[in-house]
Structure formats: structure tokens, C-alpha cells
Nanobody, 124 residues
Framework: QVQLVESGGGLVQAGGSLRLSCAAS????????MGWFRQAPGKGRVFVAA????????YYASSVQGRFTISGDNAKNTVYLQMNSLKPEDTAAYYC?????????????????WGQGTQVTVSS
């Protein structure tokens, strides 16, 4: 069984920064991509950022482009999300996900494993 565990969430003032981490444990697996999604209260879970390992390509939602940076280590199935210039609208639960086979990194159902989430709250 595979577990993804997120950490690094918390409360921060607008304009501040946080760094989220996600580490995999359990059964060894090889992923095509890992990504971050977020879910605000009363809303659906939406794409934030992803990285594909073959060419180390990164992808971002337009709402976070230029403020957030995804990075990671394929060999360790670890991924990070550096979040700068945070805004109150970034407040959400952030989820890490892993995709085993090739697929659309923006498409939530394409991911095979999910973490339990870590809360990020940005105060104005």
C-alpha cells in the first residue's frame, strides 16, 4: 500500500510564504508525475501544479503561475510546493497526488494516489 503524507501547511499573512512537502511511503512505486491540488471550503478540488519526471517538466494553474514553484525527487517520490506572495484566495486544503502512468496532469481522475491534505490559511 502506498501512502502520501503532506506537511508544511499553516497560517500565514498575505504576502508571506510557505513550503509544502509530500513524501511517499509504503510499497515502492514509479510515478509518471506528481502534483498538487487544492480545495477551498464549499468548492471542488482543483489543479495547482505538477511535475513530470521524464523531462522534469513543470505545469501550473494560471492563478499561481509566477508565485508557486513545484520541485521534487523522482527517486524518492517526494515533491515540494514553494508558495510565495500568498493571497487570501490561496486558502485551501492542499493535496499531494501521484500518477503512475502517463496522463493529463491537469485532470484530477488521472492520479492514482492521494494524500490526506494539509491546510493552508492566508489572512488578509
Amino acid at each position: 500500500q502506498v501512502q502520501l503524507v503532506e506537511s508544511g501547511g499553516g497560517l500565514v499573512q498575505a504576502g508571506g510564504s510557505l513550503r509544502l512537502s509530500c513524501a511517499a511511503s509504503g510499497r515502492t512505486f514509479s510515478s509518471y508525475a506528481m502534483g498538487w491540488f487544492r480545495q477551498a471550503p464549499g468548492k471542488g478540488r482543483v489543479f495547482v501544479a505538477a511535475v513530470t519526471w521524464s523531462r522534469y517538466r513543470t505545469y501550473y494553474a494560471s492563478s499561481v503561475q509566477g508565485r508557486f514553484t513545484i520541485s521534487g525527487d523522482n527517486a524518492k517520490n517526494t515533491v515540494y510546493l514553494q508558495m510565495n506572495s500568498l493571497k487570501p484566495e490561496d486558502t485551501a486544503a492542499y493535496y499531494c497526488a501521484a500518477m503512475l502512468g502517463s496522463g493529463d496532469v491537469y485532470f484530477r481522475p488521472a492520479y492514482d494516489y492521494w494524500g490526506q491534505g494539509t491546510q493552508v490559511t492566508v489572512s488578509s
